[in-house]
T-cell receptor, first 113, second 113 residues
Framework: LAKTTQPISMDSYEGQEVNITCSHN???????ITWYQQFPSQGPRFIIQ???TKVTNEVASLFIPADRKSSTLSLPRVSLSDTAVYYC??????????????FGTGTQLKVEL | NAGVTQTPKFQVLKTGQSMTLQCAQD?????MYWYRQDPGMGLRLIYY???????DKGEVPNGYNVSRLNKREFSLRLESAAPSQTSVYFC????????????FGQGTRLTVV
């Protein structure tokens, strides 16, 4: 399984753009890159998934360079409610269906006024 | 839709006692997972079931057993609880297609004394 490395913590202020970079040097051809968000005392919540280039949805963008050895989650104009732990995952699509998702330690994002 | 439902939400066990954590999903997902999360740590995969009728070990399976009762339900059993199993347990499910979006339950907070 591809191992991921991301910063332990980041601080930001409301209204700023936050970019969290994840390294996954051993990513395999079939692996997707996925980001999750977790608030205290809650289960993780899916944010965005990508395979290559750029993906954007209503809450975030995901930038993946051509070699796919890293990815960057971009959160535009963060607010206090974006304070959470963000996990970068590299998922394996299992033979027969499903995905084996392995979580790392995540990045604790703290947003202040 | 309820999504992923876990029972119980809280449990205190004495060392050596057994119990089963229940998980059910109503999204017709093929794959289901059990994770544990220790304080300040990321999630670690205990067992997963890629599809009905199959189960496989994750990163930390020792001391646990699972049953994929049917497509909806995936239970986790602790045969002889130990203090090291004090943790928050999350159940999750995902669809079969090439999509790494998993849906998590609210968690079971287990304390073994």
């Amino acid at each position: 399984l591809a191992k991921t490395t991301q910063p332990i913590s980041m601080d930001s202020y409301e209204g700023q753009e936050v970019n969290i970079t994840c390294s996954h040097n051993n990513i395999a051809t079939n692996d997707y890159i996925t980001w999750y968000q977790q608030f205290p005392s809650q289960g993780p919540r899916f944010i965005i998934q990508g395979y290559k280039t750029k993906v954007t949805n209503e809450v975030a963008s995901l930038f993946i360079p051509a070699d796919r050895k890293s990815s960057t989650l971009s959160l535009p104009r963060v607010s206090l409610s974006d304070t959470a732990v963000y996990y970068c995952l590299v998922g394996v699509i299992l033979t027969g269906g499903g995905n084996k998702l392995t979580f790392g330690t995540g990045t604790q994002l703290k947003v202040e006024l | 839709n309820a999504g992923v439902t876990q029972t119980p939400k809280f449990q205190v066990l004495k060392t050596g006692q057994s119990m089963t954590l229940q998980c059910a999903q109503d999204m017709n997902h093929n794959s289901m997972y059990w994770y544990r999360q220790d304080p300040g740590m990321g999630l670690r995969l205990i067992y997963y079931s890629a599809s009905e009728g199959t189960t496989d070990k994750g990163e930390v399976p020792n001391g646990y057993n699972v049953s994929r009762l049917n497509k909806r339900e995936f239970s986790l059993r602790l045969e002889s609880a130990a203090p090291s199993q004090t943790s928050v347990y999350f159940c999750a499910s995902s669809s079969r297609t090439g999509n790494t979006e998993a849906f998590f339950g609210q968690g079971t907070r287990l304390t073994v004394v």
